[in-house]
Nanobody, 123 residues
């Protein structure tokens, strides 16, 4: 199982970015997916999660209304659209997958992780 995250970069506050996470070696539609982030000196935290079919999504309060998680099972990819970015969104963003129908909001419940992509938001 491989998860490859991409799309990070340096942006200004108020800008948008779209992160992608491409999966290979799995039946992607069997996996619920999540995005997490880790800022320097902080623990990894939940950002968003999506069910296997995409019908259920969950967000951290800090990103609700600004970020949107989605997936394309035909393309084996999960996305994180990030709008109205703030400096406090600066972190390494990780995608993660678990082969269960239930969606999880904690890192320990995920079996597979991507390598992370850095998002830096300048003020």
């Amino acid at each position: 199982v491989q998860l490859q995250a991409s799309g990070g970069g340096l942006v200004q506050a108020g800008d948008s970015l779209r992160l992608s996470c491409a999966a290979s070696g799995v039946t992607f539609s069997s996996y619920s997916m999540g995005w997490f982030r880790q800022a320097p000196g902080k623990e990894r935290e939940f950002v968003a999660a999506i069910s296997r079919g995409g019908g259920r999504t969950y967000y951290a309060d800090s990103v609700k209304g600004r970020f949107t998680i989605s997936r394309d099972n035909a393309d084996n990819t999960v996305y994180l659209q990030m709008n109205s970015l703030k400096p406090e969104d600066t972190a390494v963003y990780y995608c993660a997958g678990r082969p269960f129908s239930s969606v999880a909001l904690v890192p320990g419940m995920y079996d597979y992780w991507g390598q992370g992509t850095l998002v830096t938001v300048s003020s």
